[in-house]
């Protein structure tokens, strides 16, 4: 909202420059620098440290107080009190659905749970063992040639294409898997909710029939449906404003999230706890992490936005502890590393100086490797659950009064114009 504030940048003896100042709901003031260009200034931010890039009322992180906020409503509040579907629904539409409006969007997402048939052909392009985020971008690039062209300013196409996305992912990720390891996917079964089928999608065996862990799978999927501008949102967005089929936006998307820093963490996090394979390596880990001479990282730690704990890994602690007791293995190696190498780092004056903390994905790879899921699908469910947030993200986008292109300027340190 512009408030009757402006900043004044006053520069060498130039008149100087006023540039309005917005108010958020939440979050510090705006300075809008739009109008810098026509001063011939441009601003820096590499990484947008300090930039917005759009307006938004679908999510809020509080980093210093380790707040996370889905339009208004606490996560660890949305994660007991609801299911990802429900969640899905309030970040799409912007309020928790009413029973009836809660039954009809599950119906009708659940009804998207086979994707056309051709798309199964794409797979065969694999060899098995391929990494199921290089699959799962290529159906997804294959549903765009298949749902091409979308109308995506029509209401009812781009609904549809939101509820077709939402309803395949499960069953596109668990095609990745299958064919990750040689199988045959199974054939969706009527009646079962969406952690469910997923969860049948990948075992038909018991583990599909487990409530604790199909409720540990619906609530990873909340702790990872959105979160504001990270990267691979934001890749969604400069896609989408170019007007792009949205099935080629999420595409884009899950490419980002794929590396390491971002989504990938949380396979990275299983390989180093892996590596470390006992307690007593880890003082050797975290020197390693603190040395500026080495680009080791300790996965699943740090965060641009939170300086406190994440509030989705104090979450994703609790599920940890339901899920593997409810297993047997409450000693599970693994985790009782990640908890003494957790605890090591918080007392550690340089992760203490640089707010270093747990993120969403220090835990949530132990959870998955305990219920039998192999890491290499780890960033495929986080893509699956993020789904819900870039459509959401991408939808708000397109109808922002303020909608444009992206098309960000630089800062040229190029060589001056030259001849042949
Ligand atoms: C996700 O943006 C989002 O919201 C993302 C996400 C989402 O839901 O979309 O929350 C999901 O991506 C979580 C983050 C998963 N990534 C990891 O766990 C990888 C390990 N973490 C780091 O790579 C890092 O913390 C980042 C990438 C997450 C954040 O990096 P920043 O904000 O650019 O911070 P930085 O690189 O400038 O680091 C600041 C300092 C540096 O030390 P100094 O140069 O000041 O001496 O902190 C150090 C860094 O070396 N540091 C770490 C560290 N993270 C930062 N040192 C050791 N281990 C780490 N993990």
């Known amino acids: 909202m512009m408030i009757d504030k402006v900043a004044k940048l006053t520069i060498d003896d130039k008149p100087s420059i006023d540039l309005p100042i917005h108010e958020a709901t939440y979050g510090p003031e705006l300075i809008d620098v739009a109008a810098l260009g026509k001063h011939n200034f441009f601003t820096y931010d590499p990484g947008f440290i300090s930039t917005a890039s759009c307006k938004s009322a679908i999510t809020y992180i509080d980093g210093d107080k380790g707040i996370l906020l889905h339009r208004g409503y606490p996560i660890d509040q949305l994660a007991k009190k609801t299911d990802f579907l429900t969640t899905a629904y309030l970040l799409l539409k912007g ?3 009413n029973s009836t409006q809660q039954q009809d969007f599950k119906k009708t997402i659940t009804s998207h749970v086979s994707p056309p048939a051709i798309i199964e052909q794409t ?6 063992g391929a990494h199921p985020m290089a699959m799962l971008i290529s159906l997804l690039g294959a549903l765009a040639g298949y749902y091409h062209p979308i109308k995506i300013r029509d ?3 781009r609904k549809q294409a939101i509820e077709q996305l939402i309803g395949y992912m ?4 668990a095609m990745t898997y299958q064919h990750y390891l040689g199988n045959k996917i199974n054939t969706p079964r009527e009646g079962l909710d969406y952690a469910s089928q997923f969860m049948y999608l990948l075992f038909d ?3 599909a029939n487990n409530p604790t ?3 540990a799978i619906d609530r990873i999927l909340i702790l990872h449906a959105d979160h504001e501008q990270n990267a691979s949102t934001s890749t969604v967005r400069l896609a989408g404003s170019t007007l792009a089929n949205p099935y080629a936006c999420i595409a884009a998307g899950t490419a980002a999230l794929w590396g390491t820093a971002h989504g990938g963490a949380n396979e990275a996090v299983i390989k180093m706890l892996t590596e470390i394979k006992d307690e007593k390596n880890i003082e050797e880990y975290i020197a390693r992490a603190k040395d500026p001479n080495s680009n080791f990282r300790l996965m699943g730690f740090g965060h641009r936005v939170y300086k406190n704990y994440d509030p989705r890994a104090t979450v994703m602690k609790q599920t940890c502890d339901e899920v593997l007791n409810e297993l047997g293995t409450p000693d599970d190696p693994l985790f009782r590393i990640a908890m003494q190498l957790e605890k090591i780092a918080l007392e ?4 203490i100086q640089r707010k270093l903390y747990p993120n969403v994905d220090f835990y949530s790879g132990i959870i998955l490797r305990a219920i039998g899921i192999p890491t290499a699908l780890f960033t495929s469910i986080f893509a699956l659950a993020r789904t819900v947030g870039w459509l959401a993200q991408w939808s708000e986008m397109l109808d922002d009064n303020d909608f444009k292109i992206g098309r960000p300027r630089q800062w040229y340190t190029g060589p001056t114009e030259r001849d042949i």
């Open 123 to 128: 797979l065969q392009g694999f060899a098995k």
């Open 205 to 207: 065996d018991t583990r």
């Open 155 to 157: 209401a009812a196409e």
């Open 348 to 351: 550690d004056e340089y992760f």
């Open 213 to 215: 862990l199909n409720k």
């Open 95 to 97: 309020e928790l659905p």
């Open 170 to 173: 499960p069953t596109l990720v």
